[in-house]
């Protein structure tokens, strides 16, 4: 399993895995008209990933998840502007591919990215339903904490590598292709930034699609 980041070729692979394996309520914005992978949900997919994270100026690191050389999810990593030090990270997997462990792997890769970026504390949330995410997250040393009705909020320090809090012996999935010559850019400046806060939510996918 690794972790690759996004480029164009990888984005058009990880459309044809949400169509094939996702609702597109997991997985991006909402999008009017009936439902299902419409032509206009599929044009919005590309377009939303090719503005947060393929711009010059990208919002966020986006990574494809791939088994077996094929994509099966999306990982991500957000800076928290009101946060300074913190970032928000957020996965989904496709349903053939949950319930196999693989969620705790990509999350050991998100926080050995951010902890080598610098960050100091990752924020991720869920819903108050998905008790397999938060397991993933608790396994991991996050503080979970209920937001209201219906959300979860994980908070995880991280500290450096020689001391991790991060007690595990699986080794954490590989991530590559961060210079893709895609405009995602490298360092903490550039690939990483502020979370996708759209009108009347929060970002599309968080860590409540992956659900192992």
Do not use: C
Request: proline share 7%.
């Amino acid at each position: 399993m690794e972790l690759r980041q996004l480029n164009e070729e990888l984005l058009q692979e990880l459309l044809e895995a949400a169509v094939r394996d996702a609702d597109p309520g997991e997985v991006m914005p909402p999008v009017g008209g009936p439902p299902g992978w419409t032509r206009r949900r599929r044009e919005a997919f590309v377009r939303f990933h090719r503005e947060r994270a393929l711009a010059p100026d990208p919002v966020e690191a986006t990574f494809a998840i791939l088994h077996e050389h094929a994509v099966v999810g999306a990982a991500r990593l957000e800076r928290l502007p009101d946060e300074p030090g913190s970032v928000e990270l957020g996965v989904w997997l496709g349903r053939s591919v949950r319930g196999r462990g693989m969620a705790h792997k990509v999350l050991l890769g998100l926080l050995e990215e951010a902890r080598s970026l610098g960050f100091r504390h990752v924020v991720a949330s869920t819903t108050t339903g998905n008790t397999a995410a938060q397991r993933a997250l608790a396994a991991l040393g996050a503080d979970l904490t209920p937001v209201g009705a219906t959300t979860v909020t994980a908070i995880l320090l991280l500290v450096p590598a020689d001391t991790s809090a991060v007690t595990t012996s699986a080794r954490p999935p590989q991530v590559s292709g961060r210079d893709t010559g895609t405009g995602t850019g490298t360092g903490t400046g550039s690939t990483v930034a502020g979370p996708a806060r759209r009108e009347g939510g929060s970002h599309p996918y968080r860590t409540s699609a992956h659900r192992g």
